[in-house]
């Protein structure tokens, strides 16, 4: 679409920047060719600058001026559209098939702007709708797929993963499946526009232009200067300035032959054959309603229809079907002479030619009901050995694998017809025979189940390669596969691939890809007694030199089961940190890249099981330059040495702040013009930030888990005060130790991705490992609240209350009712349509309470809720809320909840001869009521 404008071709630049030159150039019938490529350049446009309004985060001037230039693009498309008549098939005919999703843009535009403006949506509804059976009639086979282009590279550096050609095809393929889903509402509205015939109004090229020569220049110049002018609106199209009434008969007409169209390329000839004889001539030589007289008189002498306006005038030699007809194959290839035959015979020539159709019906593969059309012995007959003359000359094995599933099925619902078959000499191998009921056979004993075993693996090698472990099982099993097969598919450890790929020349390269493939089936399987147990058997295979190499890897595997443990299930294993030791010796460790998973799993596995102090005292021993997650595990190692000293605890905070920080910043897109060399820096820090997370996840001490939860909550919460968004901050118990000063790095992070996924994978991280902890369920429930989970965030909140105090008869005094995470409760639950409690909850409320009774009420009023009519004066702890529920009772006449509200609260705030202690429990025993309620609604059940 951006290609270079020749000499004479017409400049969507040129236009746009000169209003008055769009009429005179659109309306000149020498350049009638150009107009599909200029609308479609038009829409195109218009469209990304819609796009990059809603982008993100804009100024006021810049929004206006994106808003303003795709209207004035959506004008210059319609206009241009206007000048083509509305002609959908001229335009897709005249362009590339990759802009059909434009076009669709195009049609989404006129009819979006008719229910904008709460118009009749007539015409912009049939537009698009004649632009789906468009696509659906030139769509019914699928396109071939394009050449492969050249790779090319993205500006990363990094090799494009999908061909750009193969892109574009996939996504007009998209879009053509995603219209044609339409096709069945398209039928709809076309028949009913012909059946209940009305007047349609088309807009006319004026009705765009004047808009745009007129407004546009004003409204981009205001944009353009920052003009807050409120008087200066966006252009938009005049539907009174011209309009063309097209008259009922000549639009019913029109959707006739389209549907005429429609169903003879869907093959329902009959039904095109009847609308056919109710076609007339327009009226009006509006190219809208214009028929193409050819066409249809090609229809009509294919369906041989001889009255109306459109019979043929010419004497056509009448067909005589008999069987000398029948036989002709030039007759017998036509569907359409097939189906006459059978309306214009009678007898049993007719049975002949339901029977001919039925084979054909088999052999294209239509799916039609075979069984009713034969039900005479006869027809069964023949429409076998029409089906085995047609086999015969078939050769594609998928179209006779099909073929033979269908017979399948009609052997099933045709008596006798596999015996038909057989007699034919049709080939009957393929097809299984039923059962049929018999009493001679006698009782077999069940198998066992060795029997059953081997009868399910049988002699295969390659289920034996799969599923064994024995040495000289596998070697047995892969001389039997010989030569030609290798185990490139099977996956073997990180940490050993870089030792094998050495061996990769060698004729003990394949047995020792395989065995390490095992290997690493046991490891994946957390059998560690498997494991070790097949290490010993294996290696020999590899020699000596290998020796570390397994040991090691017997560490990691044995770190990496140990750090997926629960603390529960640490209990009944004996789990010991003495042979991780060698991690610290940097003669055993390959100073490579595939080691620092390794390590992050040691590392993990001293931390949990205690030994944090060996953590901090050693691991300077391993090189940190290349392994970068060893210096955060010694501020972990550090903050559990000194966890009951809040100095030390700060002095962690501080340190992993200034150690993690950066990292996410490297880590962000540069805003500058980007070079290889800032692209280089940000994907190391990406994988660094990467080994980060993996570390991260594989921690289960919950000390260490709300050190991390505080630190991403604190990040967060910076990144909320930047944005202007406080109210979006979360709460987590450790957040108080981090208090960066001036000095800390600052942030520079653009986008939130990476401190999202770090903040859901460690706040769902420690939720697994402690759930009924009440500091850890409110963090979840404050992360579940920034991402609208609204009713994952509420059940939180309740498991929150739940944790704190299990009877939940809490003081509203207390603690626990913090006011950001009431008010945040009463969201959740005025957006699960509970209002009445919402309301209810602001009872807990300390600062703002008549604010946010104010918000409940105005919500109350206006919308409907689920909990109309319920009793909810056992909830009542507050005398305003009783008095803004018994006048909203009041209103809507609701007797009987009144005075059961007057009641219920009688004893409380509304009575002022209750003494103190006995407030004090009835409050709390209403509380404890009100949150079990809560819990019914969220969790389904009573408590």
């Not at 996956?491 to 690493?520: C, G, I, M, W």
């Not at 109350?860 to 803004?884: K, M, P, Q, S, Y």
Request: with cysteine; net charge neutral.
């Amino acid at each position: 679409m951006e290609s270079q404008e020749t000499n004479g071709d017409l400049s969507w630049l040129d236009l746009f920047v000169d209003p008055s030159a769009v009429q005179t150039s659109i309306l000149d019938p020498e350049r009638k060719k150009q107009l599909p490529r200029l609308c479609m350049q038009f829409t195109d446009k218009g469209f990304l600058a819609e796009r990059e309004k809603d982008k993100g985060k804009l100024a006021q001037e810049e929004l206006m001026l994106f808003e303003r230039k795709s209207a004035s693009m959506r004008l210059c498309a319609m206009a241009t559209f206007a000048a083509l008549d509305y002609d959908i098939e001229y335009i897709i005919d005249n362009i590339p098939r990759n802009e059909l999703q434009t076009l669709r843009v195009l049609a989404d535009n006129f009819y979006r702007i008719y229910n904008e403006r709460n118009l009749d949506a007539t015409f912009g509804n049939w537009l698009f709708y004649r632009f789906v059976l468009s696509i659906d009639r030139r769509n019914r086979l699928a396109p071939p797929a394009p050449r492969a282009t050249i790779a090319t590279t993205l500006s990363n550096g990094q090799l494009m993963p999908t061909d750009p050609a193969l892109l574009k095809h996939e996504k007009t393929q998209r879009t053509v499946m995603e219209l044609r889903e339409h096709v069945g509402k398209a039928r709809a509205f076309i028949t009913e526009l012909s059946e209940a015939q009305r007047d349609v109004v088309a807009p006319g090229i004026q009705c765009f232009i004047k808009p745009f020569v007129e407004l546009a220049p004003k409204a981009m110049t205001a944009a353009l200067l920052g003009d807050r002018n409120v008087l200066i609106e966006n252009p938009a199209p005049d539907f009174e300035v011209e309009k063309v009434i097209l008259p009922a008969c000549d639009v019913a007409n029109k959707c006739l032959s389209e549907l005429v169209t429609f169903l003879f390329t869907s093959g329902e000839l009959l039904e095109a054959k009847n609308i056919l004889h109710r076609l007339k001539l327009p009226r009006t030589q509006h190219p809208l309603v214009a028929i193409d007289t050819e066409i249809f008189k090609s229809y009509c002498q294919m369906l041989d229809v001889r009255t109306g306006p459109f019979a043929a005038t010419t004497t056509i030699r009448p067909f005589v079907f008999d069987l000398n007809t029948l036989n002709d194959e030039n007759m017998r290839k036509s569907e359409v002479y097939r189906h006459r035959g059978v309306l214009e015979t009678s007898g049993q020539l007719k049975d002949v030619y339901e029977a001919e159709n039925a084979a054909y019906s088999v052999i294209d593969g239509h799916p039609e009901c075979i069984r009713e059309r034969l039900k005479t012995p006869a027809q069964v007959e023949r429409f076998v050995k029409v089906l085995k003359r047609k086999l015969a000359e078939m050769r594609a094995k998928h179209r006779l694998q099909l073929i033979r599933a269908h017979l399948q099925y009609l052997c099933a619902s045709i008596p006798n017809l596999r015996e038909v078959l057989e007699s034919n000499g049709v080939d009957v191998t393929g097809l299984r025979k039923f059962a049929v009921p018999s009493h001679q056979l006698k009782l077999e004993k069940a198998p066992t189940f060795e029997q059953l075993t081997n009868l399910i693996r049988g002699t295969d090698p390659y289920w034996t390669i799969m599923t064994e472990y024995d040495l000289s099982t596998l070697k047995q099993a892969l001389l039997e596969l010989g030569p030609f097969w290798f185990s490139l598919k099977m996956p073997v450890s990180d940490f050993l691939h870089d030792t094998l790929e050495k061996n990769v020349n060698t004729a003990s390269y394949n047995l020792q890809r395989l065995l390490l493939s095992k290997l690493n089936q046991l490891a994946r399987m957390r059998n560690f007694e498997s494991f070790v147990k097949r290490l010993v058997a294996y290696a020999p295979e590899f020699g000596p030199e290998m020796g570390m190499e397994f040991t090691l890897e017997s560490i990691y595997v044995k770190a990496a089961i140990g750090n997926e443990q629960m603390a529960w299930d640490r209990v009944h294993t004996e789990l010991s940190t003495a042979q991780t030791s060698l991690i610290f010796n940097a003669e055993h460790i390959r100073p490579v890249e595939s080691s620092s998973t390794m390590i992050n799993q040691c590392l993990a596995q001293m931390l949990n099981l205690g030994d944090h102090a060996i953590v901090f005292e050693k691991g300077g021993q391993i090189p940190m330059e290349i392994f970068k997650c060893v210096p955060i595990a010694r501020i972990f190692g550090a903050f559990l040495q000194g966890y009951d000293n809040i100095v030390t605890q700060k002095k962690c905070a501080d340190g992993f702040w200034r150690t993690v920080t950066p990292k996410f910043n490297e880590c962000q897109p540069s805003r500058l013009r980007r070079s290889a060399d800032l692209d280089q820096k940000m994907k190391e820090a990406r994988k660094e930030l990467s080994l980060l997370f993996h570390m991260f996840s594989v921690l289960r001490e919950p000390r260490l888990l709300d050190f991390i939860v505080a630190y991403a909550v604190c990040l967060h919460n910076k990144l909320m005060n930047i944005q202007k968004k406080p109210h979006l901050k979360m709460h987590a118990r450790l957040l108080n130790i981090y208090t960066p000063d001036s000095n800390s790095p600052k942030l520079e992070i653009n986008s939130l991705d990476e401190v999202r996924q770090l903040v859901q994978s460690i706040v769902e991280k420690a939720y697994s490992i402690s759930p009924t902890d009440p500091d850890t369920c409110r963090t979840y429930a404050d992360f579940l609240f920034v991402e609208k989970d609204y009713q994952g965030a509420a059940q939180k909140y309740l498991e929150y209350f739940a944790s704190s105090e299990p009877s939940l008869r809490i003081p509203t005094s207390s603690d626990i009712f913090d006011d950001l995470m009431i008010q945040r409760l009463r969201i959740c639950t005025a957006n699960a349509g509970y209002l009445t409690m919402s309301l209810l909850c602001c009872q807990w409320l300390q600062i703002n309470r008549m604010k946010e009774y104010q918000k409940a009420m105005e919500l109350l009023r206006c919308n409907e809720t689920r909990d109309v009519g319920a009793n909810c004066a056992e909830f009542v702890i507050d005398g305003n809320a009783v008095e803004l529920l018994s006048q909203l009772y009041y209103d809507n006449r609701m007797t009987k909840s009144l005075n059961t509200l007057y009641t219920g609260a009688s004893s409380l705030s509304a009575n002022q001869n209750v003494p103190g202690p006995l407030m004090k429990q009835e409050v709390e025993r209403r509380t404890s009521k009100l949150l079990s309620s809560l819990a019914s609604i969220y969790f389904g059940f009573h408590l």
